[in-house]
């Protein structure tokens, strides 16, 4: 069998953080049918998602019920969003499987991720997390909370938070042995939780989000996965991306992504994140990465859908 990790975007169970759980749990099965139909393909599978929207609810207790219950560090709330994604997507999966006869176990593992402390994001916070609130608001909860609040383009203030560069899966020895006995793991979760190393040896946690698609090459790397799978909004990765010439592209190298990257096309909050854990998983021994949408995984693993990276030169 062939392996795989999967990336999910955490848009697909809850897109507007607005949505109860039964949304929620409609959106997962719809999200599931094409990461099932890789499943009869005979992958084995690690499944990886995001978290923005839990993440951003989550915060939003902990502020609305400061006086009467002691806060969660975001380390404890991407724990919990890992547990409650994790058994959503578990159950749903689960089902479907039923659904086609098909034997295969399926398992969350709550996960760490080792992060360097010494990270340069860390004392330099740029990652927007949570609502936006009016300037007087912000001061607000910066003062109480003691957090860092910062303008996101005009449209209002939010939360800004380190995230660091993923560096390794904790848990990662266990997750590729299920893996490689055909086990669907679900594991680091939004990121997965960052942890860093004392001098000791000993995890200790800090209070950070790492990036969902960093952490799946990271992933893919650590349980030797052949292709790394990024689903998200759209089918293809574009340049030019929503302009009169825009182009979509169906093979690039490891060599035209770093070009493009470096040219302007992936902005930072969008496909860039999506594009540098391709670079990263492709230039640390992995075969093909695939980005497309939920839906089109499976042409995009034969080759008739969404946009392909490898290292091996090749026109596109």
């Known amino acids: ?17 607005k949505e109860d759980i039964s949304e929620q749990f409609a959106n997962t099965r719809k999200s599931l049918a094409g990461i099932v139909e890789l499943i009869q393909e005979g992958y084995k599978i690690a499944l990886t998602h995001g978290n923005g929207p839990q993440v951003g609810n989550a915060l ?9 219950i002691p806060g969660l560090p975001l380390g404890v709330i991407v724990a919990d969003t890992q547990g409650g994604m994790g058994y959503m997507i578990e159950q749903c999966l689960q089902n479907r499987l039923r659904m086609f006869d098909i034997q295969r176990d399926v398992i969350t593992i709550v996960t760490q991720v080792v992060v360097d402390p010494d990270d340069p994001s860390i004392k330099h916070p740029t990652k927007f997390i949570g609502p936006f609130y009016s300037k007087q608001q912000a001061e607000n909860l910066a003062i109480n909370f ?7 383009s005009g449209r209002g203030y939010r939360r800004v938070v380190p995230s660091p560069i993923p560096l390794r899966i904790v848990n990662r020895k266990i997750i590729k042995q299920l893996v490689d006995k055909g ?26 989000v790492i990036d969902k698609d960093r952490a799946a090459a990271v992933l893919a790397r ?3 996965a052949e292709t790394l799978i990024i689903l998200t909004s759209v089918e293809n990765v574009y340049v030019n991306f929503r302009k009169p010439n825009q182009k979509k592209l169906t093979n690039i190298t490891v060599m035209q992504a770093k070009r493009y990257l470096k ?17 990263t998983f492709l230039e640390n021994g992995g075969k093909a990465v695939l980005i497309t949408s939920l839906d089109r995984a499976r042409q995009a693993i034969q080759g008739t859908a969404g946009t392909k990276i490898t290292a091996a030169e090749q026109s596109g």
């Open 263 to 279: 040219a302007g096309h992936f902005p930072s909050g969008s496909m860039g994140p999506k594009i540098e854990a391709a670079i």
């Open 183 to 208: 086990v669907i793991v679900i594991t680091a979760g939004g990121g997965g939780i960052p942890v860093y190393v004392e001098i000791d040896g000993t995890l200790e946690g800090i209070d950070a």
């Open 146 to 152: 003691n957090w860092v609040i910062k303008e996101d």
């Open 60 to 68: 939003l207790r902990v502020e609305r019920t400061a006086e009467d």
């Open 1 to 17: 069998m062939k392996k795989a990790v999967i990336a999910l975007g955490g848009n697909a169970i809850a897109s507007t953080g």
């Open 222 to 224: 650590d349980i030797g």
